[in-house]
């Protein structure tokens, strides 16, 4: 059962930000939002998460809505070698197993 | 920090014949992961272990996948016989406890012809 909402495909211009958007109406009060990315030919990478709080580490911020029905993933200044799959996941975190979707092709142009 | 090593990093075999890949997990981690990832979709999930018992085997085909984790560090995964459809790539993962933030390793690519 797909927990998460994700667009197949985004563009995004280089030194610009990129705004990757989730849907997660279902989610439950325990439940976590986490973001992984996926360069080609290489494994999925951990990238951020959050419960309710908004988040920001070296790599990217995540928002997310009040309701928590919604997040966005912000890579603040992107370049060329953000360009990968980006995958929403919602898990209770300590207590459920990683399940990936599909998740959005990210395209940054030169 | 050594991240999760794998190998063979590449590997052509024919149908019906078996093949095993190799995990080095990081140092400490006490889970295991093995994902498959068919070209186009995302990883799903083999097996997990928790040091060296299996935690959720659930999606594993268990009349040609086998895996293990002997001493609760190094595992092998073994396709016995393989099929057409198990060209995919075979990632390895690792974190430190039970579904926190998994360690990717660079994957296996499998292709059976």
């Known amino acids: 059962d797909a927990k998460t909402t994700q667009p197949p495909s985004m563009d995004c211009a280089e030194g610009r930000a990129a705004n990757l958007p989730c849907n997660h109406s279902?989610?439950?009060?325990?439940?976590?939002v986490y973001w992984y990315r996926q360069i080609h030919s290489q494994g999925p990478q951990y990238i951020i998460h959050?419960?309710?709080n908004n988040e920001t580490n070296e790599m990217a911020s995540l928002i997310i809505t009040e309701d928590r029905k919604s997040s966005t993933l912000i890579l603040p200044h992107a370049t060329l070698r953000d360009t990968a799959v980006y995958y929403c996941?919602?898990?209770?975190?300590?207590?459920?197993?990683?399940?990936f979707g599909q998740g959005t092709r990210l395209t940054i142009n030169p | 920090e050594a991240g999760v090593a794998q190998s063979p990093r590449y590997k052509i075999i024919e149908k019906r014949q078996s093949v095993a890949f190799w995990c080095n997990p990081i140092?400490?981690?006490?889970?295991l992961y093995w994902y498959q990832q068919i070209l186009g979709q995302g990883p799903k999930l083999l097996i997990q272990?928790?040091?060296?018992?299996?935690?959720?085997d659930s999606q594993l085909p268990k009349d040609r996948f086998s895996a293990e984790r002997l001493k609760g560090v190094d595992s092998t995964l073994k396709i016995q016989p393989a099929k057409l459809e198990d060209s995919a790539v075979y990632l390895c993962?690792?974190?430190?406890?039970?579904?926190?933030?998994?360690?990717f390793g660079q994957g296996t690519r499998l292709t059976v012809v």
């Open positions: 996941i919602v898990i209770i975190q300590g207590a459920q197993k990683l399940v």
């Open positions: 279902t989610i439950s009060g325990n439940e976590y």
């Open positions: 272990f928790q040091n060296n018992g299996v935690v959720d």
């Open positions: 993962a690792s974190s430190l406890q039970l579904y926190t933030e998994a360690f």
């Open positions: 959050g419960l309710k």
């Open positions: 140092s400490g981690h006490a889970t």
